[in-house]
């Protein structure tokens, strides 16, 4: 914009001073100096955008104009000649390389169309004291402005190289001082450039003109060329292996796919993560051992405390029922407790033993056919006596159809008894517990829902784990906190799941599905629904 406006002022001013001089007339001379003006001013408002469309039009019309004002002033052999030079002038004035070839091109054109203008037309000709002054006017402005442009020109380039060389400086440092090695690889292996730093005990410039497979261990030299073939197939890749001078370390390299002839690679050297992770599959071990040896302990003493618990409820079974003789009412009592509490622990000692099993993978399932409602009907009986005594309703909605279901009879008993012991021992008196059976399809729905004290949303994310118990510590004494952790180990045995929904005060419901049921099972139905 200045070189705009310094034209538009010089060529104003030299016009006003010929003319106040008498040295021009106000007639064509004027209005071609004039004409030199308009694409000055037009130019500088067109510099002020940075869309190279707006320099392309200003650049134009200074052809246009350099053209009129030539022609107007007596053509190629006029004065103001030198003004269809005036476009590669402002050309260079926008301080783009790229614009001086558009600028060349336009002052070719003008001296072509004022050629054809000098030729064709009937030229004016200017008075001999007025044109030296016009061709020193046109001489001075576009020889002292194509070397103001050309000036700023250089200064803008060697600007714009010095920044470039500046970011390239800065961008070599960040490359060489990344944590990682950035390689530039053929796709047999070979390595071009390398940036940044090396694992311990190499250098970047030990990389260059290599070949990976050098500086890799010979037992993992397969696997980084396989790697390679993969990079350039697939795209990308990810190797990790022991550098060839030290046995200790352990490098990672990954590789991405540039171009089919090169290949973008990022080596680190990992031998701390590689520890880490040692170190944790040795931790894993051996937790699962302690873990295995827990279960096996568990499991042994199950069965070591079973027959000494066996004999206990044998011999007080024999004495509440007075097999071999009369006894007292309290020694009888005491014996219907020995009896009950043994029941108990062979209840826990049962469900350790089942939990030892299935953690340890050795439970299996004996499958088989059967009516899941049998099932089902057992539990409500077995658990009818224990509800009444606690003053809870225990209800059961099972089909009017067979739920013919290929699973473990036992397992499924199981469930459904340990999701109602469960319900019973958190609902109040006066509450109501209902376990229904169903089909979905192929999958054999029990739901076991109560009108409890419900679970809180802390605890409803615990249950369901070994030894996991929710309730205040009466509730907590009736088990060790396996029953809803065994109902989802039978459930997962099946191919199933198990799911609590509950709310505080209102009461929990259980759901455990199992993809078990025989479809088309072609059993006789009964007449219709019934609860148990």
Known sequence: MAWHVAWALVV?????????????????????????????????????????????????????????????????????????????????????????????????????????????????????????????????????????????????????????????TSLREMLDHQPQLLLGVYPGGRVLEAYGDAPV?????????????????????????????????????????????????????????MTTIRIAGALRDARAQHARELALDEARARAEAQNAGKTRFLANMSHELRTPLNAIMGFSDIMRQRLFGPMSDRYVEYAELVHESGSHLLELISDVLDMSKIEAERYELARESFDARDAVSAVLRLMRGQADRAGITLRGVLPPEPLEADADRRAVKQIALNLVSNALKFTPRNGTVTLTAQASGDVL??????????VAPEDLERLGRPFEQAGDAGQKAGGAGLGLSLVRAFAKLHGGEMMMESTVGEGTTVTVRMPVLIPHAELEPLPAAYEA
């Open 201 to 257: 005990g190499l250098t970047a410039r030990e990389f260059v003109g290599r070949n990976l497979s050098e500086i890799v261990s010979p037992d993992h030299r397969p696997a980084v060329e396989e790697a390679l073939q993969v990079a350039v197939s697939e795209g990308s890749a990810e190797v990790s292996f022991i550098p060839a001078h030290d046995p200790n370390g352990w490098c990672v390299l990954s590789l991405k796919r």
């Open 12 to 168: 104003a001013a030299a016009a006003a001073a010929l003319a106040a001089t008498g040295r021009i007339g106000t007639g064509a001379d004027a209005a071609a100096l004039a004409v030199g003006v308009v694409p000055a001013l037009l130019g500088g408002l067109l510099s002020a955008t940075t869309r190279k469309t707006g320099r392309t039009v200003a650049i134009v019309i200074w052809a246009l104009a350099g053209t009129v004002a030539c022609v107007m002033a007596g053509g190629l052999a006029g004065p103001l000649a030198a003004w269809c030079l005036a476009p590669i002038a402002a050309a260079a004035a926008f301080r783009r390389a790229e614009h001086l070839s558009l600028g060349a091109a336009a002052s070719v054109a003008a001296v072509g169309l004022a050629a054809t203008a000098s030729l064709l037309l009937p030229l004016p000709t200017p008075s001999e004291a007025s044109a030296a002054w016009l061709s020193l006017l046109a001489l001075a402005t576009v020889a002292l402005g194509a070397g103001a442009a050309l000036v700023a020109v250089q200064a803008n380039t060697r600007q714009r190289m010095a920044e470039r060389d500046e970011a390239e």
């Open 445 to 454: 729905e029990l739901i076991v829902a109560d009108t409890g004290v419900g």
